[in-house]
């Protein structure tokens, strides 16, 4: 009885010591992902478990464009001398000996993807897809410092969260030209040991192909503030916060203002706050003829976190007055549309994998729907066009924007230069 129960506790033992966290979590690393494009440039990363050496090379057809070289774990490559609307294709090899920075295209590629750069006209067709709250995580991340699971994660052996990595693939299916993502991108905590399970690996193959521009969430800030999320990121600076939480682009005719909401706005004597005055500052000087701002926390809601009175306050006036077309925000893991003729219609997308929230029927709410989604936006001519798709397949909204007469009656400060542009479409 005793030897039994001996060798019971030793086996017990034994299965506990390896689940115990005894190592630290594996390198972060990850494919080859797009940020940052513009006309004339782009910008592509690489997290590597090692220090190794890699080349880029940018091709036109089959004409080079440009190669670069990189040593390190963090690979970044700005590749500039592009040009408006044009496809370009990209390899990336591991180098070392001379012979392959010499030949590149003798030796096989480790990936390879696309850079789509934005068109000059605003007659061109911009599309591009919209998700947020989307950083689930697979069980066996919380066991990865084990020596059970530590190998296994390191090599990438083991599934990400199966409704993130559905998203994923749905939307790189889509094709879209860039992508916005709303916040929490990943959880708990926003830290860099979690982002290649619930990041990097969901979205890689969407990632190789376009951009994707994120915004803080609430959880990406939660450890160091936001640095370890901003470090993936190759993000557009931000002129009036000084970094990249507060930033702006266009595409074509789309300008996206992404706006960090995570500190209260709350009025002080003599205080603007960065993020109010970082989205003035940009819709009073947005020429492009469809303006979309972005932030993670809604200002309307009909679900848990509810309405937030300082967006209301602060932000609404800003949105009408300059004639933001939508709003676009994360945070209730729901979908939801508010759409009424003396607001800008807002969007509220953050059912991009983690576990959904109730939703409650609210008078100013359009469409309220707890389930998995993402959303497809199409900007040409004369709307703006937006669908959200669920997970398990179908539409749950559909809806177009135009510059109408009610447009025109709350968009008492719109800039001259962007009304121009408008005109110029009709």
């Known amino acids: ?89 990209w390899s990336i090899f591991r180098s070392g000996a001379p012979a392959t920075m010499e030949a590149p295209g003798a030796f096989a590629a480790l990936e390879s993807g696309e850079i789509c750069t934005p068109p000059l006209s605003d007659s061109s067709v911009v599309q591009f897809a919209a998700l947020g709250d989307s950083g689930d995580q697979p069980f066996w991340v919380w066991l990865q410092q084990s020596p059970l699971w530590y190998w296994p994660a390191r090599l990438q052996w083991l599934p990400p969260a199966p409704m993130v990595a559905r998203i994923g693939e749905q939307i790189a299916a889509a094709q879209p030209q860039f992508v916005l993502h709303l916040g929490d991108i990943v959880y708990p905590y926003g830290q860099s040991r979690h982002y290649a399970a619930g990041f990097f690996r969901p979205f890689a193959q969407l990632l190789r192909n376009a951009p994707l521009y994120p915004v803080l969430g609430n959880h990406d800030v939660l450890d160091d503030d936001g640095r370890q999320a901003l470090a993936n990121f190759a993000l557009p600076h931000g002129a009036t916060t000084g970094d990249e939480r507060c930033y702006s682009f266009a595409w074509g005719s789309v300008r996206v203002i992404a706006a960090d909401f995570n500190s209260s706005l709350e009025p002080a004597a003599g205080f603007v706050h960065p993020a109010v005055l970082h989205l003035q500052r940009e819709l009073a000087a947005a020429t492009e003829p469809w303006v979309v701002v972005m932030s993670h926390f809604p200002i309307r809601s009909a679900s848990r976190q509810g309405n937030r009175a300082d967006l209301m306050l602060q932000v609404t006036p800003l949105l009408r007055d300059y004639g933001a077309d939508l709003y676009l925000s994360g945070h209730d893991h729901a979908y939801q549309r508010f759409d009424s003729a003396d607001e800008v219609p807002m969007v509220v997308s953050g059912a991009g994998g983690k576990s959904l929230y109730e939703v409650h029927p609210s008078p100013r709410a359009k469409v309220v729907e707890s389930r998995y989604h993402w959303c497809w936006l199409e900007a040409g001519p004369s709307q703006l066009r937006l669908e959200s798709r669920l997970a398990e397949g179908g539409i749950i909204d559909k809806i177009e924007f135009r510059h109408d007469a009610a447009w025109y009656a709350r968009a008492r400060l719109l800039p001259t230069a962007r009304k121009q542009r408008i005109e110029a479409l009709r």
């Open 1 to 89: 009885m005793n030897a039994r129960l001996l060798r019971a506790s030793l086996w017990l033992l034994g299965t506990g010591v390896l689940l115990l966290p005894l190592f630290d979590s594996p390198p972060l690393q990850s494919g080859v992902y797009l940020q940052n494009v513009t006309s004339q440039s782009a910008t592509l990363c690489k997290v590597t478990a090692e220090p190794v050496d890699l080349l880029l090379q940018v091709d036109r057809g089959a004409i080079p464009v440009a190669r670069l070289t990189s040593s390190g774990r963090r690979h970044t490559f700005v590749v500039d001398g592009l040009a408006s609307g044009q496809r370009y294709t």
